[in-house]
Structures are given as C-alpha cells and as structure tokens.
C-alpha cells in the first residue's frame, strides 16, 4: 500500500478538482434545458398542470442528480435553483396553456435565496399559476424564520406543495398542513396501490387527512391504468407518472380516453 499524500498534497490536488468541477458546472448551466411532465385530473383526466425538470445537457454532468451533486459540493445550489426557476418562468410563459399551472421544484436553500421572493423576477410575475414544491423537507426544519418565507412566497401568490408523502415518518413528521396547499404521495405507496391492501389503507388515510386541511393530493410514479382507478377511487385529487405521459420539452397534452 503506497504511503498516504501530505495533508499540502491532498489540499491542491483537492483544490484542482473543485476547480474542474467549477467548470463543468458552469458549462452545464449554460446548456441546462427543462423537460415538462402533466399531471391530470384523476376524476377526468382533464389538464391540471405540468412539473418542471431540469435537463443537463453536459458530457461530465450528464444527468440531474450529478448536477444537484455538483451544486452542492461548490456551494452553489442558489445558483442552479436561480436558472432552473428563469428557464422555467421563461418556457412556460412563451408556450404554456393558459389553463394549467406549472409546479416548480425548490431545494431548500432556495427558501433562503432573495431573488425567489423578488416581485420582478420572470416567476414572480406568473406566481398565481405557479406551485412551488419543496424538497429536502428535513433540510427546511433548519431555517428558522421559515414560517415568515412561506407566508411571503403565498403573499406574492404562489402556492405550495411538499413532495414524497408517505415515504417514512421522518417525511410524515415534517408535514404542517399551514404550511402546505398540495402534497404528493411518494410513488413508493402508489406502486401497487390497486393490489396491495396496505398501502391502499395508508394512501387513503393520508388522502382523508389532507382533505380535512383543504389540501390536494397528487399520486406520483403512475405507472398503469389499475393504480389510476384505485387512486381515483380512493380520492386522490391529481395524477402524474409515466402511464399519463412521460417528460418532454415540449407542453404535451395527454389523451387518456379509454
């Protein structure tokens, strides 16, 4: 085994790196793209609106969970939130229909970014047809004046949802329905909803407590025509997955007549 580098060593070959890094990061925000996902209606399967997701377009930073990986080793995590969000604001705007709303992901080191409560930011100004979904709910418990920041972000009209619903307790143990408008059940529960009775008890039990709240509820990882019914059934509120229609750049109109 060949003797351990010097802590000098170990430092600029650490340095070098972070600086390789930096440029690739860079590089992949100037070529980063957005793909849009629907998500429908459960009872119709009318539009109800889109997510947004990034898209690197980069050979070292090929996909997003590299370019999230990346953001946070160099500290710039505000950085990609501040591109995906202008990228976002800027496609929906140009080509978005009228009559859906965008849901757009936010880490939440974003909650403490100043230009995402800037009134004449591009997403400021579509911010009534505009879902902010929080991510990284453990992190979010962290900031302290946070019941202010989401009071403003609702101030200025956006409405707020938390993703992942039903993933473990440390997730459920985060859920403040004052906090929320729409949450998203984890698509590990909607996986087999139609035949699995146990999730089934515990996605409508999550429903239930949601709607008392006058919260929406969107099923997540939709995968087959059965776990649609069964989320329907049960009152899940909105649907997304791979059966509604996959993401694309473009804003697809999905026909689910059947």
């Known amino acids: ?25 860079e590089r ?16 119709d399967h009318a539009l109800f609106g889109y997510e947004a997701l990034m898209r690197p377009n980069d050979p070292d930073l090929p996909h ?12 710039r995590l505000q950085s990609l939130g501040r591109t995906v969000r202008g990228i976002a604001a800027r496609t929906f705007s140009e080509s978005g229909p009228d009559d859906a709303v965008l849901f ?16 004449w930011s591009s997403l400021a100004r579509l911010a009534s047809r505009v879902i902010l979904e929080i991510t990284e709910r453990e992190s979010v418990q962290s900031i302290s004046d ?19 619903l039903g993933a473990g307790h440390s997730r459920m143990g985060n859920f403040d329905p004052r906090e929320t408008d729409v949450v998203k ?3 590990s529960l909607v996986r087999d909803v139609d035949t699995n009775a146990g999730k089934r008890q ?33 009152g899940c509120d909105l ?7 996959r993401p694309a750049p473009v804003f697809q109109r999905p026909d689910l007549r059947q």
């Open 202 to 234: 515990v996605a409508q039990a999550i429903i239930g407590l949601c709607h008392d709240s006058g919260i929406q509820v969107v099923g997540e990882g939709v995968e087959t025509i059965d776990e649609c019914r069964a989320l329907r059934d049960i």
């Open 28 to 43: 992949m925000l100037g070529s980063l793209t957005m793909h849009f996902q629907p998500i429908v209606r459960a009872e």
């Open 146 to 164: 946070l019941r202010f920041r989401l009071a403003q972000l609702r101030e200025m009209g956006f409405r707020l949802a938390i993703d992942d």
């Open 1 to 25: 085994m060949p003797p351990p580098l010097p802590a000098k060593e170990l430092g600029a070959r650490r340095v070098t790196e972070l600086a390789t890094l930096e440029r690739h990061f």
């Open 104 to 119: 757009v992901n936010l880490h939440a080191l974003d909650l403490l970014d100043k230009t995402l409560t800037s009134r």
């Open 64 to 75: 997003p969970g590299a370019a999230l990986d990346a953001a946070e080793s160099l500290h």
């Open 185 to 187: 059940l984890d698509m």
């Open 239 to 245: 649907l997304q997955g791979f059966f509604i229609a």
